[in-house]
């Protein structure tokens, strides 16, 4: 469960991006302007983070407020799925990131796998879109929702990347530590249920 404060705190943010995309009133505007100050005030107070970095990464967007996306690439290879080891905190992840303006989900997910893994892929089905506030992830301060999508081989070589440092496959028994914010423990179980079993439909949270 995620802290109480977190889910106001993205709540207020989701309303005050929304209306100041809407309001016309200056009154308004004052007010939701407020409320994003007010948000952003809650968020430094519980994680120490500084408020500057805050509104960069948590209140700096526009427009009507909406989930992010992040595509997942569900690799297999003899019955063992692709991870790629993430720089950032040393541990393992299926191949993805957040969606990418002007590129479909297919075509966004074939790029991050080859960027992450060296492997170039084709984009096959879409296996599961899930709500990441409903999957047990560590709690976030943004609404995240995650689509993995199965793809084949076509060419290139395992390696790593900008963001990664080695890509390998992994059986379902021998899975290495989970960077546990991109991926847990049951999604990965998730996708060898769908290896065994192919004609399982899309799962949707």
């Known amino acids: 469960m995620e802290p109480k404060w977190l889910a106001w705190a993205r709540e207020m943010q989701a309303i005050a991006q929304t209306g100041l995309a809407y309001g016309k009133d200056v009154y308004d505007v004052e007010r939701f302007e407020q409320l994003r100050a007010l948000s952003v005030r809650i968020m430094s107070e519980h994680t120490g983070a500084g408020e500057s970095d805050i509104v960069l990464s948590f209140a700096s967007e526009e427009g009507h407020a909406t989930p992010k996306v992040d595509v997942r690439g569900v690799v297999f290879r003899e019955g063992k799925l692709l991870l ?105 179980a998730l996708m060898f249920d769908f290896l065994r079993n192919p004609e399982k439909p899309a799962l949707l949270d």
Do not use: M
């Open 84 to 188: 790629v080891r993430e720089k950032s905190d040393g541990l393992w992840c299926l191949p993805g990131g957040w969606a990418e303006i002007g590129l479909s989900p297919k075509e966004n997910v074939v790029k991050e796998i080859r960027e992450e893994s060296g492997f170039d892929t084709r984009a096959v089905r879409l296996l599961a879109v899930l709500d990441r506030l409903k999957q047990g992830h560590p709690p976030d301060a943004r609404h995240i929702y995650k689509l993995f999508i199965l793809c084949e081989i076509t060419g290139g070589d395992a390696g790593g990347g900008v963001e990664t440092s080695e890509a390998a496959f992994f059986g379902e028994s021998e899975l290495p530590p989970l960077s546990l914010g991109r991926n847990t423990p049951v999604q990965l």
